[in-house]
């Protein structure tokens, strides 16, 4: 890792410990621009990466790790983090780096980059003991499949709906307003017609 090493992190770490406490902050220390740094290199080289390994994969935790022949796979439960990808396929895959087994730790950051005609991509982990590692593949294109929230969401947006109808319809009966007068409520609202507004919801 060339921006996001192990040292920045519990650097970083340990600060927004002490912000979260309410203790004094040392803002004689040399600016953190690890961030600023990093996104302005992968700005000048996003247009020649694969899509999928420009998202951020904060928070998944690697579930298993495939290597199989030319291709490295990497599975995740992102169910609580940043990111939508499941599974990421690698081509012409080999892992450089590999510092413990990978399997069961959290992603904390990545960092991607070009190496000798490949690509190559770095990543922080993370374990329930706070022990770092940094794990590395090297790779020519990559594929992702990410989670489909479509049915969760129609569900969510539904129930939503629901939820507001049934307490629009009971603020309105509150207000003394019939079914039948709704809709020449609404167009009062409408036309800021307030003597109509005040006829219809008067005791």
């Known amino acids: 890792m060339k921006y996001f090493t192990k040292e920045w992190y519990r650097a970083a770490l340990a600060e927004e410990q002490q912000r979260a406490a309410g203790g004094k902050l040392k803002f004689n220390k040399k600016p953190d621009n690890a961030m600023r740094d990093y996104q302005r290199a992968l700005s000048k080289i996003q247009s020649k990466l ?22 490295v796979v990497l599975y995740f439960d992102n169910s609580e983090s940043f990111s939508d990808v499941e599974k990421l396929v690698l081509y012409d895959a080999d892992i450089t780096c590999s510092e413990g087994d990978p399997v069961g730790k959290t992603w904390l950051h990545e960092e991607v980059s070009l190496a000798d005609g490949a690509f190559c991509l770095a990543a922080l982990l993370g374990d329930d003991q706070g022990e770092l590692y940094e794990f590395t593949v090297r790779f020519t294109h990559a594929e992702c499949v990410v989670t489909d929230y479509t049915d969760s969401t129609e569900a969510g947006m539904a129930e939503t709906l629901e939820s507001s ?24 609202l409408r036309k800021n017609d307030y003597d109509l507004i005040r006829e219809i919801t008067k005791d």
Do not use: W, Y
Request: charged fraction near 20%; aromatic fraction near 4%.
């Open 50 to 71: 694969p899509a999928c390994v420009c998202k951020t994969f904060h928070g998944s935790v690697i579930t298993d790790v495939a290597a199989r022949q030319d291709q």
């Open 165 to 188: 109808i049934r307490i629009g319809e009971e603020a309105l009966h509150v207000m003394g307003i019939l079914p039948d007068e709704i809709n020449v409520f609404l167009e009062a």
